[in-house]
């Protein structure tokens, strides 16, 4: 677990001070994937590196397994960032060494024997998918393939933790779908502490259970990434809610819905952490005599299940209608029933 | 050849050259120590970097500022004492040897200075994540990722060594600017001062083929 307590960076510059994180806590399970969001200038960029204390913290404590990492001094610093992998938004790889020479660097540095660190460097390969291309150096490889030669990198002394700044924000979005999924890979595989900060909120929906929303260095929101997604408080929360779900405006009007649509029953099926019942519109037709038109909807699959609402238009037998609902009603889907026709 | 070039003696003109080339790769080895260390300690010192040290800072940047204003001539005057203390004479090419190097150290010095800077930040960052120790940084990260830089360095630096001891051979140093000078100008032997031309310009030329190449070679960008 990962304990962070009124973390604070303040920078000063000649006759200003700015506080660029301002009394943050948190509590970060073993195992989970934790996301931090936020626009530029938020202030996640230094938090993150408050954690390896790439930034020194002007006060506060970060606990990583119970080790106070704010308190260790500059030697014992450098043993515990060898547990404390990181990879990073330009992957800042060294380009006078090839692939595995970059893999085998903190290897290195951490005192592994040549043969035993040649060894692990070839499984880290094959973990990141880079079998083959051991030789290249990085000016020969695409930018999801160096972004998985730092992730092997990070990779390489067993870390507890990993930290992810911005690291799929120079990727194009197969690329970093590609590279997000390797993370939830070996985030499963390892049982690794992953923290990620981002401006893009479907990183959060794609791989994240946890997420803290940061404004002005301080954190205004956060809670399971479904619970967020479901029930936005905070204004710039709704807008990162919006760029994965659209804007509520968006989505019909009960108004618009009933002048276009006047026959049979309108509803309103809302998902919400749903693994069990994403079939339920085939099961629901199968089962009854009824017809079911789907009128629009809007479904994102998150690590928790699926979460969004669907909107569809019933039709048939009054009976065989009023059974269909009371089965959904029976299941976890929420259903309203938006007009009667 | 005898018609063409009546005043040259072959002997001497090989000696001289010889004389020319030791003057250069040894000062030249000088340089590259003394130069990286300056370099290396302006990089280190400077506001935000690893050893961020205001007093070092302001020696080594004052130091290879004020070397590097000293005309090189003037400067072969201002060391004579410690030439003379060092060696007990002030001629001869190894003589000339302590007026090279600190000529041409602090010039060297800067452009090690400049190609440390042009390491990438994030580079040097992720190495400090690793838990890399500052030695490691140092010969690892910065000395390792700058070094087509340094090497193109070293042979702007090497010819311009090469001037200089022309220079150092107007004051009896020896090499091809000495000969040029004693044998060829003061006599009006003009001959030998445009052989002796020819050989300067051939062996600049040389050093700097040797020079891309290395850098071609080494830079994997």
Known sequence: MIVIEQLSKI??????????????????????????????????????????????PTSGTVEIEGQNVTGLSKHDLRIKRQEIGMIFQHFNLLWSRTVEENIAFPLEIAGVSKGES?????????????????????????????????IARALANNPKVLLCDEATSALDPETTDAILGLLVDINEKLGLTIILITHEMHVIQKICHNVAVMESGRIVEQGSVLDVFSYPKMPVTKKFVEQVMGKPDDELTDDLLLEHISDGH?????????????????????????????????????QEGAYGSLYVQMTGELTAVEDALQFIRSTSVDVEVISHG | MANLFPNINWMDLIFATGETLYMTLVALVGTLILGTILGLLIYLSAPGNLWDNKVIYSITAGVVNIFRAIPFIILIFLILPLTVFLFGTFRGPTAALPALILGSAPFYGRL??????????????????????????????????????????LTVTAIALIGYTAVAGSIGAGGLGDYAYFYGFTRRNMDIVYICTLLIVIIVFVFQFIGDIVTKKIDKR
Do not use: C, W
């Open chain 2, 112 to 153: 090690v200075e400049i190609a440390l800077r042009e390491v990438d930040h994030g580079v040097i960052e992720a190495a400090k994540a690793m838990g890399a120790k500052s030695s490691t940084i140092i010969f690892k990260v910065l000395l390792k990722e700058s070094l087509p830089a340094l090497v193109s360095g």
């Open chain 1, 266 to 302: 309108i509803l309103k099926l809302q998902f919400v952490k749903e693994t069990a019942n994403q079939a339920i519109i085939s099961e629901v037709a199968k089962k009854y005599e009824v017809d079911v038109n789907i009128i629009q909807g809007n479904i994102k699959q998150t």
């Open chain 1, 118 to 150: 040649a060894k692990r460097v070839q499984e880290l390969i094959d973990l990141v998918g880079l079998t083959g291309k051991e030789k290249n150096y990085p000016s020969q490889l695409s930018g999801g393939q160096k972004q998985r030669v730092g």
């Open chain 1, 11 to 56: 920078f000063k510059t000649n006759h200003q001070e700015f506080k660029a994180v301002d009394n943050m806590s948190l509590k970060i399970e073993k195992g989970e994937i934790f996301g931090v969001i936020g626009y530029s200038g938020a202030g996640k960029s230094t938090f993150i590196r408050l954690i390896n204390r790439l930034e020194e």
